[in-house]
């Protein structure tokens, strides 16, 4: 089924604090046939170079470090580069070195608030473990434009700070264990999406 079959034409992941767990275990149980692309912020250093590596290794989607006015493909997930904020414009990424936001650049909030912008409901905006509040804006400005807002239940996240922050602002979020978003995504299927059962914490 293709990505313009199930409505929703983009992704956005927002991960800070004990990412790389989270980033694993939700793309390795992405089925090789998931065709929605998906563009992920995690906070690092600016000399940061193996996430992409980290990710590839434990998933059949590709995933690429995005660039600069590069066109964005279904099936691909598309890693932010250290020390770039990453905007999405419409059918393409934009990298900007403008300063940064809540000490983080890339930001999660400018990367989820350029999705909603140019995608407006066509996006998925998720919140994983971390421990700052970036994202909570980003992901109320997606839902405000009529995209789907998922967040890591907080009992499952390495550090609860930033789902509890997007949970707070965006009460209305599907929250669910870490090992459920995955399947949860998978099961979309146009804009009907499975029952969200994950409790808030």
Known sequence: MTAAMQGYRLIVVGVSAGGLFALRTLVSALPAAFDIPIA???????DSEALCELLQECT???VAEASDKEPIEPGLVYVAAPD??????????ALSTDEPVRYSRPSIDVMFASA??????DVIGIVLTGANADGARGLQ??????GYAIVQDPSTAEVKVMPQSAIK??????VLPLERIAP???GIRGRAVPPCRGVAA
Do not use: M, T, W
């Open 184 to 186: 949860h995504l998978a």
């Open 84 to 93: 770039y904020h990453l905007l999405v414009e419409p059918g393409y990424f």
């Open 141 to 146: 400005k997606i839902v405000a434009r009529g």
């Open 40 to 46: 992920v912020v995690q906070h690092r250093s600016k």
């Open 169 to 174: 602002a965006v009460p209305g979020a599907c």
């Open 116 to 121: 909603a912008d140019a995608y407006g409901a």
């Open 60 to 62: 059949r989607l590709r």
